[in-house]
């Protein structure tokens, strides 16, 4: 039997730009922005600035077995407290729990964030962790907030030890998705570094933290690791940077064609640079623009 391969309708491309003191930069024009798919030159017909806007957050809580070790569910509830405190009018938050190969959406999108503070408050870690299994499920979720920029907080401390779905089949399924993923990883305090600030030197734990680190770049997100809650604050603030000062450009793939996955890059007119973006798409061929942009030796990014 021929497996049948979707491709999307319309791609969303969220970009955070910066300058060189990493401050985010507003007011930017479509014309700063050329956005290149593989190289070749496309052209998009949606251009937004959004600054400010309020944004659905879908949150994604372990609470698995391993959380209850060394403060890391507290690290998590830390990081959620800290979201409801930077909260901007019209924001509004979901809460799902996984443990034990299960996910249960515990708060439906509210936004009142005492309530989901309330939910965090009465999980009881158990169980086995399956968070790629999980986490495939939460990008229809974050569809159900009322908010257009949307973005998913995933807290674990980064063990998968009961996932049906292999690390390769969860890629491919993020490849074909436009809202970004935030992992944020909880490490025990007392345990040994790598010489790089990234965790324990376990063969196990060095392999999760490439996992979200991978998650993060090809959603568009951002991986922020901590052995200390309170350090996930400042990751919080750079999540609501990121999320309160981006621009959108989208584009609509042909109808018809190869589906597979194209990598996208953007370059910009000014002196700035892109410091968050998605890595690519899954689908058919962009709408791409001729001219010089298109030729050898133009401005392509390397």
């Known amino acids: 039997?021929?497996?049948?391969?979707?491709?999307?309708?319309?791609?969303?491309?969220?970009?955070?730009?910066?300058?060189?003191?990493?401050r985010t930069v507003p007011g930017l024009k479509a014309s700063d922005f050329v956005l290149f798919c593989e190289g070749r030159r496309v052209a998009f017909d949606l251009f937004e600035e959004s600054r400010g806007a309020p944004v659905s957050f879908t949150i994604l809580l372990d609470g698995s077995g391993s959380m209850a070790l060394a403060g890391k569910l507290e690290g998590a509830k830390e990081a959620l407290r800290a979201l409801s405190q930077q909260r901007r009018n019209g924001d509004d938050f979901s809460l799902h729990v996984f443990a034990s190969g299960e996910v249960r959406e515990v708060i439906p999108f509210t936004t009142e964030?005492?309530?989901?503070?309330?939910?965090?408050?009465?999980?009881?870690?158990?169980?086995?962790?399956?968070?790629?299994?999980?986490?495939?499920?939460?990008?229809?979720?974050?569809?159900?907030?009322?908010?257009?920029?949307?973005?998913?907080?995933?807290?674990?401390?980064?063990?998968?030890?009961?996932s049906t779905l292999s690390r390769d089949k969860l890629k491919e399924i993020l490849e074909g998705i436009d809202v970004p993923v935030y992992p944020l990883g909880l490490r025990s305090p007392a345990t040994v570094r790598d010489g790089k600030g990234r965790g324990p030197r376990t063969g196990e734990a060095l392999i999760n933290i490439e996992i979200l680190e991978?998650?993060?770049?090809?959603?568009?997100?951002?991986?922020?690791?901590?052995?200390?809650?309170?350090?996930?604050?400042?990751?919080?603030?750079?999540?609501?940077?990121?999320?309160?000062?981006?621009?959108?450009?989208?584009?609509?793939?042909?109808?018809?064609?190869?589906v597979r996955f194209r990598g996208l890059a953007v370059t910009l007119a000014r002196p700035v640079r892109v410091v968050k973006m998605r890595a690519g798409y899954k689908g058919t061929a962009p709408p791409y623009r001729s001219g010089p942009a298109d030729d050898p030796g133009s401005d392509r990014p390397n």
């Open 214 to 258: 991978e998650i993060a770049t090809v959603s568009g997100g951002r991986m922020a690791v901590s052995d200390d809650p309170k350090d996930l604050r400042e990751a919080i603030t750079l999540i609501e940077n990121d999320l309160r000062s981006q621009y959108l450009l989208g584009f609509a793939p042909a109808s018809g064609g190869q």
């Open 113 to 162: 964030p005492g309530v989901l503070l309330d939910a965090v408050d009465r999980v009881k870690p158990f169980g086995k962790t399956a968070f790629y299994d999980a986490l495939v499920r939460m990008p229809d979720r974050s569809l159900l907030g009322k908010n257009g920029s949307r973005a998913i907080i995933l807290l674990t401390d980064g063990i998968d030890n009961a």
């Open 1 to 22: 039997m021929r497996k049948e391969v979707v491709s999307v309708g319309y791609v969303m491309v969220p970009v955070v730009v910066a300058d060189a003191k990493g």
